[in-house]
Every structure is written in C-alpha cells, then in structure tokens.
C-alpha cells in the first residue's frame, strides 16, 4: 500500500483564489510529520510547510496552511490568495517515527498545479 | 551561494560508464541524502548518512554506492550505469535537530 496519496494529478486555480492540495497518509507510528515541498519547473525542491503529529496546531507559512485531520490521516495544503508564481508540482511526504532513520522521507507522487491569470 | 550544491547539473552518459555525481553543502547540516525521481514516481531515497561513518541504504540503493568524504561532502557512485538509471538526482541535508531537509538544484543523468 502506497504510504502517500495524492489523487490529483493536476489542478487549476483562478490567480487569487485559494486552493487545497489533497494528500492522505498510512502509517501505524504514533510519531510522525508531514511535509510539503514545491517544485518549480526549474526543478529545485522547496521546503514549504512541516507538521508533526503531536502539534496541536494547524501549521502555517505565511500564505501556506495545512489542514491537519489525524482521524482522516490528511495533511491537505492549502494557498491563500493563488499567484502565477504558484504554479508547480506540488508534493507531500512523510517521516515516521522518532527512531534512528526516521529522517528518511517518503514522497506522493505529486500534483501540478496551474494557476490562471 | 546556492548552500547545497551538485555537480554535474546536467550528465549524459553510456550504458557502462561508471559515473560519480558530488554534492556540497555550506549549510552545517550533518545529514545528508540521495533521492532519485522519475515520472510519476515521486522522489525515492537511495542512500543517507548521519555522520562521516554512518552511512545507510535507502529504499533502491541497487546498483549505487556512495562516499562520505567529509561532513560537507556526499557523492553518489554508479559503478555501471544502466538506462533505467536515467533520473534526476537529488542531494538533500538536515540538522539532527531537525526534520525539514534542504534539496540541492538537482543533477539530471540520462544514460543512452
């Protein structure tokens, strides 16, 4: 079983608006984290946004949020305010446990997001 | 300065070849780590390494080798480079304290 899903393969977002990226998770640690990087066309991986398991709070990066539901198991992404820059492949990953290892990543297989002007 | 850096940033190669890809980092992170993604698939782990002397396999680590020469330095061998080795290679760091990790600009590797 795929320990992370993201069933959008692509999205399109008016420039603006907001948008969530889906990302569902399976894992049977207690400990864990989550994590959403961004990859331009460029290529490069950006680090956008990171919550743990234990964090009581939705985790936010100015216009990036992520809508943590434990019960669901979904760490969902959402931009505010959508600006052409935006447009990418997005991906979710996740870290688990706290042993040693844990740092290991695995990665969704991604969602490219459009923005329109 | 970019804080994680990769070279080459662009290889083609032929099936055989032994090729080593380097990485960089001015970060201070002492973890660090080699992905590969391809189409589709998402970034997979290859090899990581914590320290100098804890160096560990990933996820596909078949057919790549890899040297930790100092703290700063990380390298990612294919003794003998195969098409379904064309990738794009990503080095990434971390802290200890720390779970976010920092990619570096990526190495795309196509093997003919």
């Known amino acids: 079983a795929q320990k992370i899903t993201q069933t959008q393969p692509g999205m399109f977002v008016q420039e603006k608006e907001a948008v969530t990226l889906d990302c569902t998770y399976d894992?049977?640690?207690?400990?864990?984290?989550l994590f959403w990087y961004k990859q331009p066309s460029s290529g490069e991986m950006i680090f956008l946004i990171y919550?743990?398991?234990?964090?009581?709070q939705n985790a936010t990066e100015g216009r990036y949020s992520l809508n943590f539901q434990k019960a669901r198991k979904s760490a969902n992404l959402v931009i505010s305010a959508s600006q052409l820059g935006d447009s990418a492949m997005y991906f979710c990953?996740?870290?688990?446990?706290?042993?040693?290892?844990?740092?290991?990543?695995?990665f969704g297989k991604g969602t490219k997001l459009s923005v329109i002007p | 300065d970019a804080d994680v850096t990769q070279t080459p940033r662009n290889r083609i190669t032929k099936t055989g070849k032994r090729i080593m890809l380097e990485c960089s980092q001015t970060?201070?992170?002492?973890?660090m780590y080699w992905y590969r993604q391809d189409p589709g698939l998402g970034l997979r782990l290859i090899y990581y390494?914590?320290?100098?002397?804890?160096?560990n396999k990933g996820e596909i680590s078949d057919g790549y080798s890899v040297s930790r020469q100092a703290q700063a330095k990380f390298s990612l061998s294919l003794e003998s480079a195969i098409p379904n080795q064309t990738a794009l290679y990503f080095c990434?760091?971390?802290?200890?304290?720390?779970?976010?990790?920092?990619f570096g600009p990526g190495t795309r590797l196509t093997v003919t």
């Open positions: 390494s914590f320290d100098v002397k804890d160096i």
């Open positions: 894992t049977s640690d207690q400990s864990y984290g």
């Open positions: 919550q743990g398991s234990y964090d009581e």
């Open positions: 990953a996740m870290r688990e446990g706290e042993r040693a290892g844990s740092y290991q990543l695995t």
């Open positions: 990434a760091t971390s802290r200890s304290s720390a779970y976010e990790q920092y």
């Open positions: 970060k201070g992170h002492d973890r």
